[in-house]
């Protein structure tokens, strides 16, 4: 497999692509911070607002203004784990917390955008619209056929400005770049979000192992790309879920609109062992080619014993 993958419910987007042993490719953001060295500074937050001359401090430094948006400097577990939103004074000392940063509340569309990088230049770019549901979780992601102009043109320039040289995956969360002189990005990752690689189109994870092994990038979009979306269902925190039984799977994938169907968590561990946002333990996800198909899966999915406390929107 060429892909170093932490979570097994993924691996199915990888087999049976052939790639050299000395051929390492992160999905995960420890191993992209460990292998390198020369651009990790990414996952300090702090440094990525500054880049972008974002108004933002460590907790202790007080804000100027409220409302703000608290993080961790660095957070390698991902899943939006210790942020929140500080409404005023009050709530930001209550909430003060070292190795927390504060910066703007930025609002509008919110894009996870992946590119394909050769010596600091994008070859290649997709970006996905979350459509969010409270609490740092989702409800679905777009996989847009194409991203939009403004932050393609953002991520883009910011790209070849902060990481010359770099060849790779990148992979870019930004908020409100739809509006004229608005938004940002909050959180670079040397990686690419392994979450819906079969949206991507055939060849695509042999281009990633091409990108890796040689710095070319071979992928050609299919003409025109197709959009696709990525359905998640979130459960309570608490519970020990178990999960659905493999023919439920098999039965939802044999719909030609479902490309992939992941159970997110490892029945094997506790709950709390498991990196999540505030608003909910995400159990699954649903990727395909129709948003009505993704939600009807969804809802079988939480209706499965072991899932069952799950709550389909």
């Known amino acids: 497999m060429p892909i170093v993958e932490a979570d097994p419910w993924r691996e199915q987007y990888f087999r049976g692509v052939s790639c050299p042993a000395n051929v390492y490719i992160p999905t995960d953001d420890p191993d992209a911070w460990v292998w390198n060295p020369r651009y990790r500074w990414v996952y300090d937050k702090l440094r990525v607002a500054s880049t972008q001359n974002l108004e933002a401090a460590p907790h202790g430094v007080t804000p100027g203004r409220f409302p703000v948006f608290s993080k961790p400097i660095c957070n390698l577990r991902g899943m939006g784990v210790g942020s929140c939103v500080l409404r005023d004074a009050a709530e930001y000392a209550q909430r003060l917390a070292p190795g927390h940063m504060w910066m703007p509340l930025l609002t509008g569309e919110h894009w996870s955008s992946d590119a394909a990088v050769i010596d600091g230049e994008v070859c290649w770019m997709r970006s996905a619209r979350g459509f969010e549901a409270g609490g740092g979780t989702f409800d679905y992601w777009l996989v847009a056929a194409e991203s939009p102009?403004?932050?393609?043109?953002?991520?883009?320039?910011?790209?070849?400005?902060q990481l010359p040289?770099?060849?790779?995956?990148?992979?870019?969360?930004?908020?409100?770049?739809?509006?004229?002189?608005?938004?940002?990005i909050i959180e670079v990752h040397l990686r690419f979000t392994d979450q819906w690689p079969d949206l991507y189109g055939a060849g695509w994870v042999e281009s990633?192992?091409?990108?890796?092994?040689?710095?070319?990038?071979?992928?050609?979009d299919s003409e025109p790309p197709r959009p696709g979306f990525s359905v998640v269902l979130f459960a309570a925190h608490g519970p020990r879920y178990v999960k659905p039984a493999a023919s439920l799977i098999d039965e939802l994938c044999r719909d030609p609109a479902i490309t992939s169907v992941q159970i997110t968590f490892h029945d094997d561990r506790p709950a709390a062992r498991h990196a999540m946002p505030p608003g909910g333990f995400r159990v699954a996800i649903v990727n395909g080619w129709s948003l009505e198909a993704g939600k009807l899966a969804r809802a079988r999915l939480a209706a499965a014993p072991g899932l069952s406390f799950a709550a389909s929107r």
């Open 149 to 161: 102009p403004a932050v393609r043109a953002y991520c883009t320039a910011w790209i070849a400005a």
């Open 165 to 184: 040289g770099y060849t790779g995956m990148v992979n870019l969360e930004t908020i409100g770049l739809e509006a004229e002189g608005g938004g940002a």
């Open 208 to 220: 990633l192992v091409s990108l890796y092994e040689r710095g070319v990038w071979t992928f050609r």
